[in-house]
């Protein structure tokens, strides 16, 4: 069974950083490109970033390019977000899970989630 394990998250002040990790189990790991997304209160799961198998192609959403930073270790079956330079906006609950189209969102599985809080 496919389990995901999110955790570092946390209340912040705007500007700080956090670092959140995602434990895979129940597949491997290192066969699959993994993501990021997020969900706002009252809003839709958004992309947040992806990286290929190699952990060498990371890839970010507008909104967090320059700011995050997507790594994983396959070794230890772990993803990584790396979030410096926090603002309000960034405040949601954070998801790790298989890089899959957002149309299949519904579908697909995710951890329970982290909460992010970014506020002063």
């Known amino acids: 069974e496919v389990q995901l394990v999110e955790s570092g998250g946390g209340l912040v002040q705007p500007g700080g950083s956090l670092r959140l990790s995602c434990a895979a189990s129940?597949?491997?790991?290192?066969?699959?490109?993994m993501s990021w997304v997020r969900q706002a209160p009252g809003k839709g799961r958004e992309w947040v970033s992806a990286?290929?198998?190699?952990?060498?192609?990371?890839y970010y959403a507008d909104a967090v390019k320059g700011r995050f930073t997507i790594s994983r270790d396959n070794a230890k079956d772990t993803l990584y977000l790396q979030m410096n330079d926090l603002t309000t906006d960034d405040t949601a609950v954070y998801y790790c899970?298989?890089?899959?189209?957002?149309?299949?969102?519904?579908?697909?599985?995710w951890g329970q989630g982290t909460q992010v809080t970014v506020s002063s």
């Open positions: 899970g298989k890089w899959v189209a957002p149309a299949l969102y519904e579908k697909a599985k």
């Open positions: 129940g597949f491997k790991f290192s066969d699959y490109d």
């Open positions: 990286i290929n198998t190699r952990g060498d192609k990371p």
